[in-house]
């Protein structure tokens, strides 16, 4: 049974306090909601395209360019058929990231990119120029703990792409999977 994962009693905000005491208190119960949440974890189906399938064992796997600081081939992780997981849900946030497996260890610096269809776009190339993308840039190992990831409130239904650049002479892969969380509103 699939429960709202929104706090709905508004009633605690004291509408006679100026708007933006009003704003604090929203923005904390959006805080409050955040870590006290459902979370979804997805990785690859068959050839590692989209969509996203949930609960899958088979990690994404992004690959550099051929240089140190040049982009490989963007993936799409999200097709929009993924969101929404629990019926109520109208908006998810892409929260996490899990390295399963890197292939260069040592000192590589990996600049993961992540990018979604907000404001219309159709592509990877579309959304970074729109500037819908969120970055990370990181020395790993493996084991590693999940990543936190800024990103925004998206639409159930978004599409979400992952590029990679290293300081690596060569291409590297990297295996990640993507957790999610899931909002009423």
Known sequence: ???????????????????????????????????????????ASAGNVAPGLLNSLTPFTITSGGSAGVFGTPIQVFNGTETPVQSFAKLFDFHRLQIAGISQTGPVFWHIVIADSSGGATSYAQAVAMGNYTEIIAVLTVPAIPFEIMSIRHPAGTQLWANLATSFAGSANLNFFVGIHEYAK
């Open 1 to 43: 049974m699939s429960r709202p994962c929104f706090f709905s009693d508004q009633s605690i905000i004291d509408r006679s306090q100026p708007p933006s005491f009003q704003s604090a208190i929203q923005n904390a119960l959006i805080a409050q909601l955040h870590v006290h949440n459902y979370e979804r974890w997805f990785g």
